[in-house]
């Protein structure tokens, strides 16, 4: 069901045609960066060098950072690192085809019964990323044309597979369940698609409202849990898990897709649902079946990290303990944080070069915490992204906060301090 992306250029429109043509000239181009660069907007990618971790070293300084989305600092950790080694032992590294060639191994087989297990669901079905994993679902359940509602902060991989789909993509004011109601009313819907944790807010998407509205629109509900998976809920079975535990009844009817490079330190995507829908993606998703499949390995790894991350229940806990502190810390000190109550903790900033020139602050005196800025998030809600990790200790977030304290820009400060009281 998937369409291609168009070219500007591509119709017989002229100015689309100019602007093809404008995005060949390189001049243009370099023009087009320049815009970027003096609005604040340039992105350049940064150099790790060794493993990832809290005190990675990143373009050749050692710093600590808190932008990571290592959450429960496994990606280095020695029992994966064996796993891996084992796994390439075994079944190799490549996976030589796609899943429905000769690509689909034990390992990968067994990772999904793992993962099913984990998030109670009757199947999980490996994606590569997933941003593949959102498309392959949106584009094999919904049919061009369909409506597809979307909350506004959801993952851009959520509203690329919408359209790329075909669909009627239509994205509700974020977790307003009754202005999702209001547009829906009297018409059709396909998909409700939300986040579970949203990456930039750190904010739980409202499940069992959500659920009830796609119950009595016949729709289905999407929950892309990537942020949650591994870090709330019991046993870090995420979002559902926590609703589960309020008293919300999970009739298994929410289609739930995961990733496995966040919490679990590893890499790829899952999807977890009936075996109706599995079996549909297997059939249908594009993008499972035209790709090669994880490399073995990894899958291997990944069912070790798992283990790890449902039997080391101390790791939660002293996530929990460190946001805590970092919370109580922020507000004595009047700092403008949104409320979220995961490792992704943003500070607010408004405007984008506020939020560079705090990230530079902090990262001249050896603290790494990204800035974002539009268009990852709105215009007017650029922010420091402050993630924790179980890997951070107490003096980690002390040193964080004395740092905070201190920030340049008195004006934007004082403008913090205000608009907190």
């Not at 709330?232 to 929410?254: A, F, H, I, P």
């Not at 000190?333 to 705090?358: F, K, R, V």
């Not at 992204?385 to 890997?391: D, E």
Request: hydrophobic letters at 45%; charged letters at 25%.
């Amino acid at each position: 069901m998937a369409t291609a992306l168009l070219r500007p250029g591509s119709t017989g429109d002229p100015g689309q045609r100019a602007a093809g043509r404008r995005r060949r000239d390189d001049a243009a181009l370099r023009a087009d960066l320049e815009r970027l660069r003096d609005a604040h907007l340039h992105r350049a990618r940064r150099l790790l060098d060794g493993p990832q971790g809290v005190r990675p070293v990143i373009d050749g300084c050692r710093v600590l950072s808190f932008c990571s989305n290592d959450y429960l600092g496994l990606a280095a950790h020695p029992v994966l690192a064996d796993a891996l080694r084992e796994g390439a032992r075994r079944f190799g590294v490549g996976s030589g085809a796609a899943h429905l060639i000769t690509g689909h191994s034990q390992a990968h087989r067994r990772l999904e019964e793992d993962l099913a297990a984990f998030v109670r669901r009757p199947r999980a079905l490996l994606f590569s990323t997933g941003y593949m994993a959102n498309l392959g679902v949106i584009s094999a359940l919904c049919e061009r044309g369909e409506a597809v509602y979307a909350d506004r902060l959801n993952h851009a991989s959520l509203n690329d597979g919408a359209l790329l789909a075909g669909v009627r993509l239509r994205r509700f004011p974020h977790a307003d369940t009754a202005a999702l109601e209001r547009m829906r009313a009297g018409g059709d819907a396909a998909l409700l698609a939300t986040d579970g944790v949203f990456s930039m807010d750190g904010d739980l998407a409202p499940v069992p409202a959500l659920a009830r509205i796609a119950e009595a629109a016949d729709a289905r509900l999407l929950v892309d849990d990537a942020h949650g998976l591994g870090v709330v809920g019991s046993g870090g079975r995420g979002t559902l898990d926590v609703y589960r535990k309020l008293g919300w009844d999970d009739d298994g009817s929410v289609i739930l897709v995961g990733t496995l490079g966040k919490a679990f330190g590893t890499f790829g995507a899952f999807v977890a649902a009936s075996d109706a829908v599995i079996e549909t993606l297997i059939q249908r998703a594009r993008s499972y079946i035209y790709t090669t499949a994880l490399p073995p390995a990894l899958a291997h790894a990944t069912s070790a990290a798992l283990a790890l991350a449902q039997r080391e229940d101390w790791r939660r806990e002293h996530l929990q303990a460190l946001i805590a502190r970092f919370r109580t810390g922020a507000a004595d000190l009047g700092l403008p944080l949104m409320a979220s109550a995961t490792p992704i903790q943003p500070l607010l900033t408004g405007d984008a070069e506020t939020a560079l020139a705090w990230s530079r602050s902090l990262e001249a005196q050896g603290v790494l915490v990204t800035a974002i800025r539009p268009p990852t998030v709105p215009k007017g809600a650029a922010r420091l992204r402050i993630t924790l990790s179980a890997a951070h200790a107490e003096q980690d977030v002390d040193r964080l906060l004395a740092l905070l304290e201190r920030l340049p820009c008195a004006e934007e400060r004082q403008n913090c301090e205000d608009s907190s009281a």
